[in-house]
């Protein structure tokens, strides 16, 4: 472990990247934490801070304006970066395509140009499961071909990908790390943590602790008759403390020069496929709830089934998915009630 080093989180104030600087600060680095506060709450920058119990440096800044990012880089010294800051709406980059590519690859290429221009070596990219697509083989590892994107999103984490993988080759100095991700869900045991959707929520278990709130009248089950054992979508859903310790084994191994190329690429996820019934029923049992479902048509983009082999990030990374689904689940509704105020 390398401690009193310091990462570079852009979009740390988001889900994953808020519940990456606490487990990065408690393996002993310091963060500074940069976002532009688009899909975040700086209240999360508030609840790193609490449960740490350390002064987290945070700065309010895109990383599409390049000056202000040369800003960061002049006046504090990481070698490591985790650029979570990025658009994630499927629907949305639909509708919005520009808006999906001017924002996701920009900042990506201003966070890896300063790198270089800053002689930092270390960059870690939030990939995702998305480049899959509706894999022949499963579970899918890290050799599976990807799939041209469905979605302008999708195609912002596959172009991203090539990007670092460009750049890594042609800079001396520059190394990358990409995880796809599975599903992260859950959030942080202490409840100050954790995902806060703006809207209605197009994710499946914010869509479900928002109805145990009573927020939303009703799930839709999209779709249940695909070719699964209960006819409806098979994920991999991978705890967001899980995934967050994922990013440490990742920064510990750029940091210890431990990396056998100069680009690197794990899966992120449990390895277990869960369908969105099993999902629902384990949601209701551990928490003692019933919730308002119905079976409505499939959602256009979705894939029947994706889970991965986690094999190279276990072995390779030192890494395991360890939070039972049933805690990650109770995880995800104390923090619905606690943002609620629901006793
Ligand atoms: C989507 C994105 C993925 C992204 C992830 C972020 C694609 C195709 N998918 O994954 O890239 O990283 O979000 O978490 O790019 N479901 C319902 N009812 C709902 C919501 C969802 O039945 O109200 C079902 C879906 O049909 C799906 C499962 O729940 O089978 C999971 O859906 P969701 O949470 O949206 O994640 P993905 O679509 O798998």
New binding site residues.
């Given amino acids: 472990m390398s401690s009193n080093k310091t990462v570079l989180i852009s979009g740390g104030a988001g889900y994953i990247g808020s519940h990456t600087a606490v487990e990065l600060i408690n393996a002993g680095y310091n963060v500074v934490i940069i976002d532009n506060l688009s899909n975040s709450e700086k209240e999360a920058v508030d609840g790193v801070r609490k449960i740490t119990g350390k002064d987290v440096v945070f700065e309010i800044v895109d990383t599409c304006d390049k000056t202000a990012l040369r800003q960061i880089f002049k006046s504090y010294d990481f070698d490591s970066v985790i650029h979570f800051a990025a658009y994630?709406a499927?629907g949305e980059s639909m509708a919005e395509p520009l808006m999906y590519y001017q924002n996701n690859l920009v900042s990506f290429m201003n966070i890896v140009e300063m790198m270089k221009e800053f002689n930092r070596p270390n960059i870690l990219f939030s990939s995702?499961?998305?480049v899959y697509g509706e894999a022949e083989n499963l579970p899918v590892t890290e050799q599976t071909p990807r799939q041209p994107a469905?979605?302008p999103?999708?195609n912002t984490k596959q172009i991203a990908e090539d990007i670092l993988h460009d750049c890594c080759r042609a800079y001396e100095g520059v190394h990358g790390i990409a995880l796809r991700?599975f599903?992260?869900i859950g959030a942080h045991p202490s409840a100050l943590i954790g995902e806060l959707p703006r809207g209605v929520p197009?994710?499946?278990?914010p869509?479900i602790t928002q109805t145990a709130a009573g927020i939303r009248k009703e799930?839709?089950?999209?779709?249940n008759d695909y070719d699964t054992p209960d006819g409806?979508?098979l994920?991999d859903y991978i705890d967001v403390v899980d995934l967050a310790k994922a990013h440490v084994a990742a920064v510990n191994r750029m940091t210890d020069c431990k990396m056998d190329a100069k680009y690197e690429i794990f899966n992120i996820g449990t390895g277990n496929p869960i369908s969105?019934l099993e999902l629902l029923t384990t949601f209701e049992s551990v928490n003692n709830l019933k919730l308002p479902y119905k079976i409505a048509a499939r959602?256009s983009?979705?894939?029947p089934a994706v889970w991965a082999d986690t094999s190279r990030a276990n072995e390779v990374l030192g890494w395991k998915a360890e939070r039972p689904l049933r805690e990650t689940l109770q995880a995800a509704w104390a923090w619905e009630k606690n943002v609620r105020n629901i006793k």
């Fill in positions: 994630k499927v995702s499961a998305t469905t979605s999103y999708g991700y599903n992260p197009n994710n499946l278990v869509f799930l839709s089950v999209f779709g409806t979508c994920r969105v959602r983009g979705d894939v």
